[in-house]
T-cell receptor, first 114, second 112 residues
Framework: DVKVTQSSRYLVKRTGEKVFLECVQD?????MFWYRQDPGLGLRLIYF???????EKGDIPEGYSVSREKKERFSLILESASTNQTSMYLC?????????????FGSGTRLTVV | GENVEQHPSTLSVQEGDSAVIKCTYS??????FPWYKQELGKRPQLIID?????GEKKDQRIAVTLNKTAKHFSLHITETQPEDSAVYFC???????????FGIGTKLQVIP
């Protein structure tokens, strides 16, 4: 029973393209997050959202933007893809801030920019 | 912001031995410390967590300890099995919007 779904498992894009990564959760979670995972660097937070139409920068937001028009969907946008954005991208969701619950992750999207 | 350091980066143990992974955090306001296991090619999954008002928590072969004064927390796996082989991430959560900072991960290999 998949609860956080990322639209693509593998994606290959060209330098300069605008790239959309989609994430949908069916758990009615308020919080959603985008991380990138790179060897030796762990998981680094790009952006997060705690409510519809709300967004906050994470630790590495440069070159990315996000959109959250509906509670269940959180999109990551690479405005102009570059080779240093080749990575595994993980979406996650969680319950409200006062609950201190762990994340539920999606399966990830492995993006290669050529 | 929060900074989480994790070590070792790799760990090999014989099946049946114990494994310990240690983490430190920098922000005294962090109050929730989850641990995730990521098997090869799969998503990270929460395996255990501890809140700042608790010093230790155990779930079968897995235990986590927290020392708030020293800002240390550790994962202990006893009687390791080959299926414990994975990358383990520690994390610290500041209050507010549940923003989590992860350690770099520990690749655990359990040798049969």
């Amino acid at each position: 029973d998949v609860k956080v779904t990322q639209s693509s498992r593998y994606l290959v894009k060209r330098t300069g393209e605008k790239v959309f990564l989609e994430c949908v959760q069916d758990m009615d979670h308020e919080n959603m997050f985008w991380y990138r995972q790179d060897p030796g660097l762990g998981l680094r937070l790009i952006y997060f959202s705690y409510d519809v139409k709300m967004k906050e920068k994470g630790d590495i937001p440069e070159g990315y933007s996000v959109s959250r028009e509906k509670k269940e969907r959180f999109s990551l946008i690479l405005e102009s893809a570059s080779t240093n954005q080749t990575s595994m991208y993980l979406c996650a969701s969680s319950k409200p801030a006062n609950a201190n619950y762990g994340y539920t992750f999606g399966s990830g999207t492995r993006l290669t920019v050529v | 912001g929060e900074n989480v350091e994790q070590h070792p980066s790799t760990l090999s143990v014989q099946e049946g031995d114990s494994a310990v992974i240690k983490c430190t955090y920098s922000d005294s306001a962090s109050n929730y410390f989850p641990w995730y296991k990521q098997e090869l090619g799969k998503r990270p999954q929460l395996i255990i967590d501890i809140r700042s008002n608790v010093g230790e928590k155990k779930d079968q072969r897995i235990a986590v300890t927290l020392n708030k004064t020293a800002k240390h927390f550790s994962l202990h796996i006893t009687e390791t099995q080959p299926e414990d082989s994975a990358v383990y991430f520690c994390a610290a959560m500041e209050g507010g919007y549940q923003k989590v900072t992860f350690g770099i991960g520990t690749k655990l290999q359990v040798i049969p």
